[in-house]
């Protein structure tokens, strides 16, 4: 009895000194949960996720992999798309579920019995496929997804679900700055899709991040890819326009945070933003000072960037399109100052990452990790031994 006892405090302890703090339930297991916390746990947690293969979406699965959670994969393409997800979970820890968002009964058959449901459903394009048509040069572009079917209304088919399904909780990820009359549709729809799902089910949480940085985004990729290849670092106007860019661990972390907890987190918002804000010519030049690149940063007038953005987005990689050029033309910055977030009170104030106790990471610390590969010769360059 007594080295029963000696083994479970043992286990309970490395729960307690994990180096990943988790919400209140470091010591306190869940009704049916097993294991000394961590992948190979039973967490008693099922959740089902919409936009599992995205940027965010696999940050969010490592997270929940690594704490013993089970997922619902969603996923509209081939299995190739999700096969990095695999090794996030432990062996039988993972449903992968093809839907297609005009299929409602697929959709039912995703959520299934989770009990919480994650919505990272985003685009910052539309998408399009070609098509015969009866005229010369008898091909055409058709749209297979707007901005409106997918930030409203898959944002508005997941939320009705989720009150049909009796699901206990819904985690839609929206995005700082939207508003109704912003000039980017896809900043409009975001709000557009917030609103719905606030709407339809109030005591979902609402998680707003500024824009993300993190191995393969395509926010400081823009500036390495284009100082790589055409040689110059286009920026709109004069640069001048201000975001603080948010880690996408950071903001992964704190959606593992929520699902840990969910119940204090219903109805509530959450502000996701980096500790520094920059104007995009300091960015520029930022990537160009980290990868060692000496091109020019030209400053175009909004009528020619918005041109290069026209023809940017027809690439099979969308470094820039039309609509993100919108986007960049004006200030991306959370809704209020950081010291009148700490100001707020009561229980409809807007959270942020220090409430989670995480501290929200400078881009100075990540970017080299992942920009340092657009140095001439990489780090090889610098390493006797190599040439």
């Not at 006892?5 to 009704?31: C, D, K, N, W, Y």
């Not at 520029?284 to 953005?309: C, G, Q, S």
């Not at 690439?315 to 919108?326: I, S, T």
Request: charged share 25%.
């Amino acid at each position: 009895m007594l080295g029963a006892l000696q083994r479970s405090a043992r286990v309970q302890g490395r729960r307690a000194l994990s180096s990943e703090p988790f919400l209140p339930r470091i010591t306190e297991r869940r009704v049916n949960e097993q294991g000394p916390g961590g992948r190979a746990t039973n967490a008693d947690l099922k959740v089902a996720i919409f936009g599992a293969t995205g940027f965010l979406g696999k940050h969010v699965c490592y997270q929940l992999g690594k704490n013993g959670a089970f997922a619902y994969v969603a996923n509209r393409g081939d299995e190739a798309e999700h096969r990095d997800i695999r090794p996030m979970f432990d062996l039988g820890h993972t449903r992968f579920c093809f839907y297609s968002p005009r299929d409602v009964d697929s959709m039912r058959h995703v959520i299934a019995d989770a009990d919480i449901v994650i919505n990272l459903i985003s685009k910052h394009h539309e998408s399009h496929q070609p098509v015969q048509t009866g005229k010369f040069p008898y091909i055409g572009m058709q749209r297979n997804y707007s901005f409106q079917d997918v930030n409203v209304g898959i944002a508005t088919q997941i939320a009705e679900l989720c009150v049909e399904m009796q699901v206990d909780h819904l985690i839609h990820v929206s995005a700082a700055g939207v508003s109704p009359d912003h000039p980017s549709e896809w900043a409009r729809t975001k709000y557009e899709g917030e609103m719905a799902v606030r709407d339809i089910y109030p005591w979902a949480t609402i998680v707003r991040p500024t824009q993300l940085f993190g191995t393969e985004d395509r926010f400081l990729h823009y500036f390495a890819n284009m100082a790589k290849f055409f040689r110059m670092v286009p920026v709109l106007g004069e640069g001048q326009s201000l975001t603080q860019p948010v880690w996408v661990v950071d903001v992964a972390k704190a959606i593992l945070r929520i699902t840990d907890d969910p119940r204090k987190f219903e109805g509530r918002t959450l502000d996701c933003f980096g500790p520094s804000d920059y104007t995009y010519e300091e960015l520029a030049r930022f990537v160009l000072d980290l990868t060692e690149l000496n091109r020019p940063i030209v400053k175009l007038p909004e009528p020619a960037f918005k041109m290069l953005a026209k023809v940017l987005g027809n690439q099979d990689l969308v470094l820039m399109n039309e609509d993100l050029a919108k986007i960049w033309g004006t200030d991306f910055l959370p809704a209020m100052k950081p010291e009148e977030y700490k100001l707020q009170e009561g229980d409809d104030k807007i959270l942020t990452l220090d409430d989670l106790k995480i501290d929200a990471t400078p881009i100075e610390k990540e970017a080299f990790h992942y920009l340092h590969r657009f140095r001439i010769a990489g780090h090889f360059g610098r390493v006797d031994g190599y040439h």
